[in-house]
T-cell receptor
């Protein structure tokens, strides 16, 4: 049990709708990462936070994507105007600043119809 | 640029036999290497990591990995496979040193038959 939780676990939406996912990291972990995993591929980095600051964003994170971590605890990932290509598993991971191991949540599987 | 490669899409072994899942790496500086496992419709679970020191790293569920600098490899091994080991295995390297986001291989599907 890694302790990272994600909600919802599954989301089905229609193209053009907005969706929001939530990640609750392990409580003492100040670094939080978002990844996207498509079928048959390894996870790809999207963005990461140290406390409430968003320190890095991948080029995969288009303008339709936004992530927040307002109080340095939980984080949300929003996708606006979803497209079928956004269908994927969205994974959240957390770690402390000192240790180097990221612990992953169970993921949110998004299906865009 | 940091990268890892997993040359096999799938590995099939019989229960009780030893298993090896291959990973090769390309990194600048000291390598930090990780193995994760993913069961169907689940997130990734950490298995083990190499930071420095002993080339044979022991991890969870009886898995171990051997770091080989001359061959730039970090193969995952287990002496005796279980059916429950059937899953997707990912090798990963952090971008820009130990502090960065992880760069994953494409994954290797391990199938253990009774």
């Amino acid at each position: 049990d890694t302790g990272v939780s994600q909600n919802p676990r599954h989301k089905i939406t229609k193209r053009g709708q907005n969706v929001t996912f939530r990640c609750d990291p392990i409580s003492e972990h100040n670094r939080l990462y978002w990844y996207r995993q498509t079928l048959g591929q390894g996870p790809e980095f999207l963005t990461y936070f140290q406390n409430e600051a968003q320190l890095e964003k991948s080029r995969l994170l288009s303008d339709r994507f936004s992530a927040e971590r307002p109080k340095g605890s939980f984080s949300t990932l929003e996708i606006q105007r979803t497209e079928q290509g956004d269908s994927a598993m969205y994974l959240c991971a957390s770690r402390t600043q000192v240790t180097d191991t990221q612990y992953f949540g169970p993921g949110t599987r998004l299906t865009v119809l | 640029a940091q990268s890892v490669a997993q040359p096999e899409d799938q590995v099939n072994v019989a229960e009780g036999n030893p298993l090896t899942v291959k990973c090769t790496y390309s990194v600048s500086g000291n390598p930090y290497l990780f193995w994760y496992v993913q069961y169907p419709n689940r997130g990734l679970q950490f298995l083990l990591k190499y930071i420095t020191g002993d080339n044979l790293v022991k991890g969870s569920y009886g898995f171990e990995a051997e770091f080989n600098k001359s061959q730039t490899s970090f193969h995952l091994k287990k002496p005796s496979a279980l059916v429950s080991d059937s899953a997707l295995y990912f090798c990963a390297v952090p971008y820009g040193g130990s502090q960065g986001n992880l760069i994953f291989g494409k994954g290797t599907k391990l199938s253990v038959k009774p």
